[in-house]
């Protein structure tokens, strides 16, 4: 079992920043892809951006060029780097992580970007 632990989240105005970190801890025995999603009030989760074991990154169209993925393998840690946040990227963040056939969640952290 892998076990998620998230933090980063909160209250920002428009035009600012957040990290967003994800530690996996537990029976880990190869991560192959770190990520992140998001789900808006009254809308279905989506992608925001992915990290695999072969450095291979995807983000949302959207997040190009503002959010920044990164992943530090020999801690389990996954980063995302939100700048020019707007009230679009307000949700609820989760972190995801595949191993082998395996798919944990984390328990999600909130983003709110309002003035």
């Known amino acids: 079992q892998v076990q998620l632990v998230e933090s980063g989240g909160g209250l920002v105005q428009p035009g600012g920043s957040l990290r967003l970190s994800c530690a996996a801890s537990?029976?880990?025995?190869?991560?192959?892809?770190m990520g992140w999603y998001r789900q808006a009030p009254g809308k279905q989760r989506e992608l925001v951006a992915t990290?695999?074991?072969?450095?291979?990154?995807k983000y949302k169209d959207s997040v190009k060029g503002r959010f920044t993925i990164s992943r530090d393998n020999a801690k389990n840690t996954v980063y995302l780097q939100m700048n020019s946040l707007t009230p679009e990227d307000t949700a609820v963040y989760y972190c995801n992580v595949l191993s082998g056939p395996l798919e944990f969640w984390g328990q999600g952290t909130q983003v709110t970007v309002s003035s």
């Open positions: 537990g029976s880990i025995f190869r991560i192959n892809v």
């Open positions: 990290f695999s074991s072969g450095n291979t990154i």
